[in-house]
């Protein structure tokens, strides 16, 4: 009896170790190889553009592909920076329409943009259209986790010049998240209510192949922050799966009364286990 309660405790001091010495050797660079961006929703819809800023301390090559359809070459000499514009105007790299995000609550399959290097390389990832401008660091795979918290932001309701009669526009907020592998089941649990959704109250999703998107919307003006989102594990889904996931906005006035100008918000969110308890 006491030997095999020694063995048990000589395997949970094992499984322990081995469980720190993982997150200890967790790599939390935002400089890699593989990246997972999504385009969300925006006030402008496809005449948004989204550009990509690709760097490197290294001369390298790699490839962007978008969505299902489009993969483009890139080259980046050391030091310097390398653009790829996707959108809907002349002049452009490729398309947007297959990565663009127009669900208020859904799953847009192969919609994601996948950046591949072959060399340590550097992403930032910039949503624009005329004065409307939001840009986000892209974090990449081996810094993916599969439990985030989001930050968010509220909006309020003015007259946005420009849509149509000019009638009250007011920031819809959004969660995006990219499964990076085949049958990936994730739980949101939302601070706000959007659609069929109740605030608090958890639901599922199930993205079947790797670079499927979902989106959830808020209500228009309502604030998301604090709402949770993580991957789980499901029978036959072989565990939690890590997953890219970002905060937005349509378009935000930022609280300013009687504002005709506003941005969109985008950022991509770090998962929990990146936090820490000291900053400068």
Same mark, same amino acid.
């Given at each position: @009896?006491?030997?095999?309660?020694?063995?048990?405790?000589?395997?949970?001091?094992?499984?322990?170790?081995? #469980? $720190?010495?993982?997150?200890?050797?967790?790599?939390?660079?935002?400089?890699?190889? *593989?990246?997972?961006?999504?385009? =969300?929703?925006?006030?402008?819809?496809?005449?948004?553009? @989204?550009?990509?800023?690709?760097?490197?301390?290294?001369?390298?090559?790699?490839?962007?592909?978008?969505? #299902?359809?489009?993969?483009?070459? +890139?080259?980046?000499?050391?030091?310097?920076?390398?653009?790829?514009?996707?959108?809907? #105007?002349?002049?452009?790299?490729?398309?947007?329409?297959?990565?663009?995000?127009? @669900?208020?609550?859904?799953?847009?399959?192969?919609?994601?943009?996948?950046?591949?290097?072959?060399?340590?390389?550097?992403?930032?990832?910039?949503?624009?259209? #005329?004065?409307?401008?939001?840009?986000?660091?892209?974090?990449?795979?081996?810094?993916?986790?599969?439990?985030?918290?989001? =930050?968010?932001?509220?909006? $309020?309701?003015?007259?946005?010049?420009?849509?149509?009669?000019?009638?009250?526009?007011?920031?819809?907020?959004?969660?995006?998240?990219?499964?990076?592998?085949?049958?990936?089941?994730? *739980?949101?649990?939302?601070?706000?209510?959007?659609?069929?959704?109740?605030?608090?109250? =958890?639901?599922? $999703?199930?993205?079947?192949? *790797?670079?499927?998107?979902?989106? +959830?919307?808020?209500?228009?003006?309502?604030?998301?922050?604090?709402?949770?989102?993580?991957?789980?594990?499901?029978a036959g889904s072989g565990g939690c799966?890590?997953?890219?996931? +970002?905060?937005?906005?349509?378009?935000?006035?930022?609280?300013?009364?009687?504002?005709?100008?506003?941005?969109?918000?985008?950022?991509?969110? +770090? =998962?929990?286990?990146?936090?820490?308890?000291?900053?400068?």
């Open positions: @009896m006491n030997s095999s309660l020694n063995i048990r405790k000589l395997l949970l001091l094992t499984l322990l170790l081995c #469980s $720190v010495a993982t997150l200890y050797a967790q790599e939390f660079s935002n400089k890699g190889k *593989e990246f997972w961006i999504a385009y =969300p929703a925006h006030i402008d819809g496809t005449q948004s553009v @989204m550009g990509l800023y690709i760097t490197s301390d290294v001369n390298t090559t790699g490839t962007v592909k978008v969505g #299902s359809t489009t993969t483009l070459n +890139f080259t980046v000499s050391a030091n310097q920076v390398t653009r790829v514009f996707l959108g809907s #105007s002349t002049g452009v790299d490729a398309s947007n329409n297959d990565v663009y995000l127009n @669900m208020a609550d859904g799953v847009k399959s192969n919609a994601a943009i996948k950046i591949n290097s072959n060399d340590p390389i550097v992403v930032y990832s910039h949503i624009i259209r #005329s004065a409307r401008s939001g840009a986000s660091l892209i974090i990449p795979t081996q810094v993916l986790g599969n439990e985030y918290i989001a =930050p968010s932001f509220g909006s $309020v309701t003015v007259s946005q010049p420009g849509q149509g009669t000019g009638g009250a526009q007011g920031g819809i907020g959004q969660i995006t998240v990219i499964a990076t592998q085949a049958n990936t089941t994730i *739980e949101i649990t939302p601070t706000a209510a959007g659609g069929s959704r109740v605030a608090g109250t =958890p639901f599922q $999703v199930t993205l079947l192949a *790797e670079g499927d998107v979902y989106q +959830f919307q808020a209500a228009s003006q309502a604030d998301l922050s604090g709402t949770k989102i993580r991957s789980i594990a499901t799966k890590p997953i890219a996931v +970002f905060s937005s906005s349509t378009w935000s006035p930022f609280e300013c009364a009687g504002a005709s100008g506003g941005d969109n918000l985008y950022q991509q969110l +770090f =998962p929990t286990r990146s936090w820490g308890k000291q900053f400068v």
